[in-house]
């Protein structure tokens, strides 16, 4: 992790760099000499922690307050960071909607989509570009053990870390071949404000261990440039491994199912049939 610079160029992009496991990232690769440009919408936080990691590393920060649900966040970002060496960049903004899918609003559910799929996509695109032209380069990409299998009340969060696990392990092997390391990270139930905060479903009832966000980062980071895929910790291992192999389809599905409806507020268990139109 030491020579990171010089491995990949001068600054890294994280995006969800203000809270949780994007903090993690922001504050690890600052400690190995790398300038970072923070990505969040509030402000505030990123001008205080690229404050903080200024004074504590002596490395240069930029903040970029964008909301990436926004249709031109990315090409806001992008414009951005055209002047700056950028080598890495961790699309680790991320967020989700839990409950009985027909209960959830729409809207909600087509932003989780967009800011867990299409936004990494499109980052890992650009910067993929820009990468391979130099020969180097890194990206992080974030799944999640609930994109193991199908994942019942948690269904298109799921369906989206999925598809970043499915994303990133085939651009390991093309982006392998043009000098760029990409790597997909996939932590289980992890202490940040997300889950502190989440709204209807408590994580702390499912059966496996918190993570620390610093063991999130630190994970990621060692194996990038090894490997094309890591979970985060044995327990979480094991779910993953059991989604993806030890139970047929239908089976994992009931498993995941069942465990993250009783993870559920009782008054986000609202399986009635959904008024027309409500
Ligand atoms: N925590 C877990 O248990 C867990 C488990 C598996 C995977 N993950 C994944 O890990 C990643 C980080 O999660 P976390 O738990 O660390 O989250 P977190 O603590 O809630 O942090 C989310 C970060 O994303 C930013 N963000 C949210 N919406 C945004 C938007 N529309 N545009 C720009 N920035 C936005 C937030 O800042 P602002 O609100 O200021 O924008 C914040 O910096 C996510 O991809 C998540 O799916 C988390």
């Given amino acids: ?69 926004a249709d031109g966040a990315v090409d806001e970002l992008l414009r951005r960071t055209e002047h700056l060496d950028v080598g890495m960049v ?22 989780v989509l967009k800011l867990n799929t299409s936004v990494p996509m499109q980052l890992a ?31 298109n969060y799921g369906a989206a870390k999925a598809y970043i696990l499915s994303l990133g392990q085939a651009l390991n092997l093309e982006y392998r071949k043009l000098g760029v390391d990409l790597l997909v990270v996939t932590p289980g139930p ?14 702390r009832r499912l059966p496996v261990p918190m993570s620390a966000p610093e063991k999130v980062a630190r994970v990621a980071l060692r194996n990038l440039g090894r490997r094309g895929h890591v979970v985060v910790g044995t327990p979480n291992k ?25 993870a559920l507020d009782e008054d986000n268990r609202v399986l009635t049939r959904p008024v027309r139109g409500a």
């Avoid at 970072?36 to 002596?58: F, P």
């Avoid at 991320?94 to 087509?110: I, K, Q, S, T, Y």
């Fill in 1 to 69: 992790m030491n020579n990171l610079p010089q491995r990949y160029g001068e600054y890294a992009v994280v995006t969800g760099a203000s809270s949780g496991i994007g903090e993690q990232f922001a504050h690890q690769l600052a400690a190995s000499g790398l300038h970072l440009v923070l990505v969040a919408r509030g402000k505030d936080r990123l001008d205080a922690l690229g404050k903080e990691l200024t004074s504590r590393y002596r490395i240069r920060t930029e903040s970029v307050a964008v909301d990436l649900f």
């Fill in 90 to 111: 961790i699309p680790n903004a991320g967020n989700f909607v839990a409950g009985a899918f027909l209960h959830n609003d729409l809207a909600a559910e087509l932003d």
């Fill in 125 to 155: 695109h650009e910067y993929g570009r820009r990468f391979a032209d130099r020969g180097r380069g890194a990206i992080i990409l974030v799944s999640s053990t609930v994109g193991a299998a199908p994942a019942p009340y948690l269904a």
């Fill in 190 to 203: 992890t202490a940040t404000p997300a889950v502190a905060n989440a709204d209807g479903i408590d994580f």
């Fill in 238 to 262: 094991f779910m993953d491994l059991m989604g993806k192999f030890l139970m047929p389809r239908p089976v994992s599905t009931k498993v995941y199912g069942w465990l993250i409806f009783r």
